[in-house]
């Protein structure tokens, strides 16, 4: 069955260290990949997307992220956070057999001053 | 730009009460969805349209229905709303054109029944 795993529920980190959120889905096929961020009350708003090519994607916001298909992740990276940076990030993959985005359970972000 | 509304952002409703969410995208997407979403929790899909008068279950049941009349028009609707339907609704849409793109989402809409 096709599915995404953030193993990570809440992460704290200080600004302006690194971050990385860890993905890992499990998928028949080449994966379209995506991670989003979701400030409180809010919905969704896309960082970055893979679907083919070079596996390091560039987002916005200064987030990256590296598709690594013999480990079957997709972590997303950041090299100095920012304090605006706190939210809930979801990695999602797609399509399945109903052409739906699969999305993980989220890990939530605090940032330490 | 993406242009995906929903309304209202917040609402408090008494139990019993019919109520419907309003999602509108003007991006001319074919797919809509309709996730629910208990605060810091993950998304559950409660349903999905593929166009004009497609309509599908999503994988979380829930006693609410949608229609799609119209492209851009996604309403959801609950008959009697009970304290167990208190959560965020998040609408998203998707081109069904080449290949898989990103949804994009709503604000959401934030339902408290009491």
């Known amino acids: 069955a096709q599915s995404v795993t953030q193993p990570d529920i809440h992460i704290t980190v200080s600004e302006g260290a690194s971050l990385e959120l860890r993905c890992n889905y499990s998928?028949?096929?080449?994966?379209?990949l995506f991670w989003y961020v979701q400030s409180p009350g809010q919905g969704l708003q896309l960082l970055l997307k893979?679907?083919?090519?070079?596996?390091l994607v560039q987002g916005i916001k200064g987030f990256e992220a590296e598709f690594k298909r013999s480990q079957s992740s997709f972590n997303l990276r950041k090299p100095s956070v920012h304090w605006s940076d706190a939210a809930e990030y979801f990695c999602?993959?797609?399509?399945?057999?109903?052409?739906?985005?699969?999305f993980g359970q989220g890990t939530e972000l605090s940032v330490k001053p | 730009e993406a242009d995906i509304y929903q309304t209202p952002r917040y609402l408090v409703i008494g139990t019993g009460k019919k109520i419907t969410l309003e999602c509108s995208q003007t991006?001319?997407?074919?797919?809509m969805y309709w996730y629910q979403q208990d605060p810091g929790m993950e998304l559950h899909l409660i349903h999905y349209?593929?166009?004009?008068?497609?309509?599908e279950k999503g994988d979380l049941s829930s006693e609410s229905t949608v229609s799609r009349i119209r492209t851009e028009h996604f309403p959801l609707t609950l008959e009697s709303a009970r304290p167990s339907h208190t959560s965020q609704y998040l609408c998203?849409?998707?081109?069904?054109?080449?290949?898989?793109?990103?949804?994009?989402f709503g604000q959401g809409t934030r339902l408290t029944v009491v």
């Open positions: 349209s593929y166009g004009v008068n497609s309509t």
């Open positions: 991006m001319g997407h074919d797919k």
């Open positions: 998203a849409s998707q081109s069904l054109g080449q290949g898989l793109t990103e949804a994009f």
């Open positions: 999602a993959v797609g399509p399945n057999q109903g052409g739906k985005l699969i």
């Open positions: 893979y679907f083919s090519g070079d596996t």
């Open positions: 998928y028949g096929a080449t994966p379209y």
